[in-house]
């Protein structure tokens, strides 16, 4: 479990992050979300200490991070980036291997453990001996997640992980990384600047702006009842396929509050996006849509 509480960051007379507080629980996603500049990076990185705080703190599993040694805290958070950062002369074992190496593993153990996890993310194994220029940006993509996961850490911090992938890739990924945390059970915070990504991945959301959290909450929280004026209009672009997204059966009256401009514009919105799912439960609440809006804008 991670708690931040009240965390700031000035350079020089600039407060980049503006007393920030949050919790994430094992198995849970929270999203920092915002526009560029709004201080999540730096939020994220103050949670690893990459960059020294001004003031707050940071405890996982209840413990302060200043009290962790170096290696301890290494152990405790991985940490995957945009431009994936992997040693470019090294191969995939031995990129996975890093913090296992770090942490003077026994070799039978890296090894095996370097196995699994290619298997985890879905590479396979003969893949260990190529370097990252012979892989695909998804292929490293999922090195970078392996290996922030190779020494079992408690917290996951991840910064605009699909940013730089094409839109199939990132879509494949991202829904591939959903399950892969309800199997896994990390405290994981993901920064992206990209709502659709945000409620896809998000159990949790904080909206940033100048450096302060506008609003958190669950998605369905940020799309249905924003705290303000910025975190509506933050979310005004592609607002249907964002309700589409966090809607289920239990909120299928909010459903008939969505403001379409035509009754042939929600049909096709909805089937569009139903399309893309093959989810059991997204087809049951389709049928249920459907009715609402035929009735909610009659039948012609
Ligand atoms: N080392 C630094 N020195 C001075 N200012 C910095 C430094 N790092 C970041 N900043 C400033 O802090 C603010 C927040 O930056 P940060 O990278 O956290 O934003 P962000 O929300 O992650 O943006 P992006 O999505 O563009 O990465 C920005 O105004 C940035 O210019």
Redesign the pocket.
Known sequence: MIEVQHLSKF?ND?K??DDVSFTVAQGEVLVLL??????????LKMINQLVEKSSGSVLIHGKNTETYKAHELRRKIGYVIQSIGLFPHYTIHENIATVPELLNWPKHKINSRVKELLMLTGLPENMATKKPHELSGGQQQRVGIARALAADPDVILLDEPFGALDPITRSELQHEFKTLNSDLQKAMVL?T?DVLEAVILGDKIAL?DQ?KIQQIGTPSDLIFEPANDFVKKFLAQNRIQLELHVIRLNDLQKFTSLRLSTKEDALCTLAEYLSKNDDDEILKTYFNYRDKIISAYGKH
């Open positions: 350079y600039q980049v992050v915002g526009t560029s500049g709004s201080g999540k990076t730096t939020t920064v600047h940033m450096g």
